[in-house]
């Protein structure tokens, strides 16, 4: 069983930055693909980004491209998303997900990730 513990969210102004955490317990961390989604209210959950087990591998949704990056630490058991030039159609419930993956396939649609953390607020105003 992993459990997927996501923070840093908050309030921000239009242009801004903010890095999000996320940290996995688990057997084996250096063995999960991690991804990050958000859900903006009365809209579906969107893929964000991902991040491959091994790390040498992010992909990214046309939305965030250039300005959102995600990285892991797994010495920390973490991974983070880096947000920069923040926009107001940015704010949403972010989410972390993870499932074990040893493969560098990319992996954008909710029902792909088996674990998934509690979501953390960011608000981006404009």
């Known amino acids: 069983q992993v459990r997927v513990v996501d923070s840093g969210g908050g309030l921000v102004q239009a242009g801004g930055s903010l890095r999000l955490s996320c940290a996995a317990s688990?057997?084996?961390?250096?063995?999960?693909?991690m991804a990050w989604f958000r859900q903006a209210p009365g809209k579906e959950r969107e893929f964000v980004g991902q991040?491959?087990?091994?790390?040498?591998?992010?992909y990214y949704g046309d939305s965030v491209k250039g300005r959102f990056t995600v990285s892991r630490d797994n010495a920390k058991r973490s991974v983070y998303l880096q947000m920069n030039s923040l926009k107001p159609e940015d704010t949403a419930i972010y989410y972390c997900?993870?499932?074990?993956?040893?493969?560098?396939?990319?992996?954008?649609?909710?029902?792909?990730?088996?674990?998934w953390g509690q979501g953390t607020q960011v608000t981006v105003s404009s």
């Open positions: 688990g057997r084996t961390f250096s063995r999960l693909g």
């Open positions: 997900a993870a499932r074990y993956d040893g493969t560098s396939y990319i992996r954008t649609a909710t029902y792909d990730y088996d674990y």
């Open positions: 991040i491959t087990a091994s790390g040498g591998d992010t």
